[in-house]
């Protein structure tokens, strides 16, 4: 369901009106998998303010990530976090709130963060060059690992065997073989990823519980398949997306130099305010999906929506993010001096029950590692990523990001 739009882009950008900054809007535009999930009937939503009243409001069913399938699969068990409703998915964000908590992320990641992007800085300037998407990988998984509570294997091996299941979009059209192939290596994987990985961690927590996601799960009395279903959640969910973001925003900053000069002298706070505007104008997860539990209706734009029950809504996160009325002018571009109220309604991080908790965490620990990249001398693109798409986050995949020192 498209909205009728007082605003459109063009309007609000009147002395540029043909300028589009989005790096993976042509991609975007070219996906044909959003069209073939409504294929089977559905709305679909490109409002903001529609979009964060549907995600508010409570009658709804996950209907995204492959949700309903593996609802199927998992129905008598635990299901993850991302998949829950109701009062079993709200005891679960409470009781798990404290791994998220302002304070812990800036107090107890902070270290790690530091520590981690230290090592990976020296081993790019050793190398003298590196593919930028290996090392948000190796960011973003050891950060994601240490709360989760994936600790007890090898980092390099979880994030070959993460990256191998997560990544899907830069070959849209597979042969047969292929598609075997890819499944069998997949097979394979998950196995590895569940004994090297999961189940190392269970057993040590069994013994000893910590302050992380899998010592609550067993607490909860989760079986290991519950749990490792909850891991490759949080794999999905805190590692590959805070990747992608990573490379996003340093393919931006290092084709402005004024702008990386910015983020560099600006404190935490300007360097997360920049941030921001680019996950804004480039979503990771483009799209969110829920399924009406119950008839709805909303008041939207003096108008009154109706959605019946069972009905698939397909919320366009791209086009929330560009609604001029949450966005303000010129919504195409990246403008970090854009009104900061207007940059609090980016959809980015999803909205209502399920609003990602590990916002905090992605934003800071972006900004630690890209304030070390972008600082060191000599740094420079050789290379800009290849632009994949992924048809389960509906978003970008950027990979072969070649930078260099010197
Ligand atoms: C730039 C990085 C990230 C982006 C763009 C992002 C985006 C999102 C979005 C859009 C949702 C909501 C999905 C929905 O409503 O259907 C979500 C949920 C979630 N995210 Fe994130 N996320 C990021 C990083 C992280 C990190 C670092 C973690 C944890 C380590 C994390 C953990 C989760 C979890 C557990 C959920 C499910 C919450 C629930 O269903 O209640 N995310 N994320």
């Given at each position: 369901?498209?909205?009728?739009?007082?605003?459109t882009?063009?309007?609000?950008?009147?002395?540029?009106?043909?300028?589009?900054?989005?790096?993976?809007?042509?991609?975007?535009?070219?996906?044909?998998?959003?069209?073939?999930?409504?294929?089977?009937?559905?709305?679909?939503?490109e409002?903001?303010?529609?979009?964060?009243?549907?995600?508010?409001?409570?009658?709804?069913?996950?209907?995204g990530?492959?949700?309903?399938?593996?609802?199927?699969?998992?129905?008598?068990?635990?299901?993850?976090?991302?998949?829950?409703?109701?009062?079993?998915?709200?005891?679960?964000?409470?009781?798990?709130?404290?791994?998220?908590?302002?304070?812990?992320?800036?107090?107890?990641?902070?270290?790690?963060?530091?520590?981690?992007?230290?090592?990976?800085?020296?081993?790019?300037?050793?190398?003298?060059?590196?593919?930028?998407?290996?090392?948000?990988?190796?960011?973003?998984v050891?950060?994601?690992a240490?709360?989760?509570?994936?600790?007890?294997?090898?980092?390099?091996?979880?994030?070959?065997?993460?990256?191998?299941?997560?990544?899907?979009?830069?070959?849209?059209?597979?042969?047969?073989f292929?598609?075997?192939?890819?499944f069998?290596s997949?097979?394979?994987?998950?196995?590895?990823?569940?004994?090297?990985?999961?189940?190392?961690?269970?057993?040590?927590?069994?013994?000893?519980?910590?302050?992380?996601?899998?010592?609550?799960?067993?607490s909860?009395?989760?079986?290991?398949?519950?749990?490792?279903?909850?891991?490759?959640?949080?794999?999905?969910?805190?590692?590959?997306t805070?990747?992608?973001?990573?490379?996003?925003?340093?393919?931006?900053?290092?084709?402005?130099?004024?702008?990386?000069?910015?983020?560099?002298?600006?404190?935490e706070?300007?360097?997360?305010?920049?941030?921001?505007?680019?996950?804004?104008?480039?979503?990771?997860?483009?799209?969110?999906?829920?399924?009406?539990?119950?008839?709805?209706?909303?008041?939207?734009?003096?108008?009154?929506?109706?959605?019946?029950?069972?009905?698939?809504?397909?919320?366009?996160?791209?086009?929330?993010n560009s609604?001029?009325?949450?966005?303000?002018?010129?919504?195409?571009?990246?403008?970090?001096?854009?009104?900061?109220?207007?940059?609090?309604?980016?959809?980015?991080?999803?909205?209502?029950?399920?609003?990602?908790?590990?916002?905090?965490?992605?934003?800071q620990?972006?900004?630690i590692?890209?304030?070390?990249?972008?600082?060191?001398?000599?740094?420079?693109?050789?290379?800009?990523?290849?632009?994949?798409?992924?048809?389960?986050?509906?978003?970008?995949?950027?990979?072969?990001?070649?930078?260099?020192?010197?």
């Amino acid at each position: 369901m498209s909205q009728p739009q007082v605003l459109t882009a063009e309007a609000v950008c009147p002395y540029q009106p043909g300028v589009d900054e989005r790096k993976s809007a042509a991609a975007a535009a070219a996906s044909d998998a959003r069209a073939k999930k409504l294929s089977n009937g559905g709305v679909r939503v490109e409002s903001f303010a529609l979009t964060r009243k549907i995600l508010r409001s409570g009658g709804t069913r996950q209907a995204g990530f492959m949700a309903e399938l593996v609802n199927k699969a998992t129905a008598k068990g635990s299901q993850p976090v991302l998949f829950q409703e109701g009062d079993v998915h709200q005891k679960q964000r409470i009781a798990t709130a404290r791994f998220f908590a302002p304070r812990v992320v800036t107090s107890r990641y902070r270290d790690l963060m530091n520590s981690l992007g230290d090592r990976l800085m020296e081993k790019l300037k050793t190398q003298g060059k590196a593919d930028l998407s290996d090392l948000s990988l190796d960011m973003a998984v050891a950060v994601a690992a240490e709360i989760i509570g994936l600790t007890d294997g090898s980092l390099v091996g979880m994030s070959k065997r993460l990256n191998s299941f997560f990544t899907g979009g830069l070959k849209h059209k597979m042969t047969r073989f292929e598609r075997m192939t890819n499944f069998i290596s997949s097979q394979y994987n998950l196995l590895g990823f569940f004994w090297l990985d999961v189940k190392p961690a269970i057993r040590a927590r069994r013994k000893a519980p910590k302050e992380d996601v899998i010592s609550h799960l067993i607490s909860q009395g989760y079986s290991d398949t519950e749990i490792l279903t909850e891991c490759m959640t949080y794999g999905a969910a805190g590692m590959v997306t805070t990747r992608e973001f990573i490379v996003m925003c340093a393919w931006h900053l290092l084709e402005r130099d004024a702008l990386k000069a910015e983020f560099v002298a600006t404190d935490e706070a300007g360097r997360i305010a920049i941030l921001e505007e680019i996950l804004r104008l480039e979503p990771v997860v483009g799209a969110l999906y829920r399924r009406a539990a119950k008839d709805l209706s909303f008041e939207d734009n003096g108008e009154t929506i109706h959605i019946p029950a069972g009905t698939l809504i397909d919320m366009d996160i791209r086009a929330a993010n560009s609604d001029p009325i949450a966005a303000g002018e010129c919504p195409f571009q990246l403008k970090p001096e854009r009104d900061t109220k207007a940059l609090l309604g980016s959809m980015s991080f999803g909205d209502g029950n399920h609003r990602c908790p590990g916002a905090a965490v992605a934003l800071q620990e972006s900004a630690i590692f890209l304030e070390k990249l972008l600082k060191i001398p000599g740094l420079h693109a050789v290379k800009p990523p290849n632009l994949g798409w992924n048809t389960l986050t509906v978003g970008y995949e950027l990979r072969d990001a070649i930078i260099a020192v010197g």
